[in-house]
């Protein structure tokens, strides 16, 4: 009924629970709360008596969670970062005006450094740590408030929003150019890619109508920049940036064998971008919720 509030279980039942959950045996969980097996035990039959709901299948060495548990462990883990942030917030005067960002370092150079000043004129004396990873970190352990990272918008434990898309280019080398004709040629080649999508060459070639091609080999590379040093340098053909391929075109450095826009009409799921993806706990911060708004209300222009 409306204005009736379930009442909560013992936080001690609901903290020997998510340790249980990250342990995956209760001595596992009593080694980390230090206290025994068995008050692990009576703390979880204790949980499973107020929500009238089995959340482990005991077995031999190991204990197994129901559904039920795996549901409510997303919620305790949530809450449980809630805490933490809270308390790091009101008992660390140095955190106050802090907001520790990380961010692809692609989007820092290209969007992010000319823009940084007017989030200042925002927020004027804000603490601003900025750090460039070409992957998400952890933000509980390493301290980071909010990241901005490339990918295709698969963080389904953050909130996360497209802040712009990252359109690709197919390039290679003037040399390599005069071989490349049609579609099919490209599989002759090395296939150059970034480690952080592995499939991204087979959702283009799937793109051009090529559905389950062999290629002759293929190169990763951890950053966007590294990739596109070796296009430039002959090591195979690349899907760059349109910004950067552009330019590279323009002085000679690169060639579009297919044309620049063959890739224009590829489905927006399949086109990477750059994300800003914050823990919803995060965003109860002023700091960072005034970030948050600010980086999503800018424009961000990814074709040039």
């Known amino acids: 009924m409306a204005g009736q509030h379930t009442r909560l279980p013992p936080l001690n039942a609901l903290r020997t629970f998510w340790a249980v959950m990250r342990q995956g045996t209760f001595r596992g969980a009593a080694d980390e709360l230090l206290v025994t097996p068995q008050a692990v035990s009576q703390q979880i039959k204790l949980l499973e008596d107020i929500l009238h709901v089995p959340l482990f299948e005991r077995k031999a060495r190991v204990v197994e969670p129901t559904e039920q548990a795996i549901v409510l462990s997303h919620f305790i883990e949530a809450g449980f970062d809630e805490f933490t942030e809270g308390v790091r917030r009101i008992t660390n005067s140095t955190y106050r005006n802090r907001i520790n960002i990380n961010v692809s370092p692609y989007f820092a150079t290209r969007f992010l450094m000319e823009r940084l000043e007017r989030f200042r004129e925002l927020m004027p004396g804000a603490d601003i740590r900025l750090t460039t990873m070409v992957s998400i970190r952890d933000f509980a352990a ?162 040039d």
């Open 142 to 303: 390493e301290e980071v408030d909010v990241s901005i990272q490339w990918g295709f918008g698969a963080w389904k434990d953050y909130d996360s929003r497209l802040l712009v898309h990252d359109p690709k280019i197919i390039c290679c080398a003037p040399d390599l150019a005069k071989e490349i004709k049609t579609s099919e040629d490209l599989t002759k080649f090395t296939l150059l890619h970034p480690v952080m999508a592995r499939n991204l060459w087979h959702k283009v070639l799937h793109h051009l109508g090529l559905k389950a091609p062999e290629i002759a080999g293929e190169i990763e590379f951890q950053d966007a920049a590294t990739m596109r040093r070796g296009t430039t340098s002959g090591l195979g053909v690349g899907l760059v940036s349109r910004h950067d391929a552009l330019a590279d075109i323009k002085e000679g450095k690169l060639v579009a064998p297919l044309g620049t826009e063959i890739l224009q009409d590829m489905d927006p799921a399949d086109v990477p971008g750059f994300y800003l993806v914050v823990p919803r706990a995060h965003k109860r911060v002023k700091i960072i919720s005034t970030f948050c708004d600010w980086i999503s209300s800018e424009t961000f222009v990814d074709q």
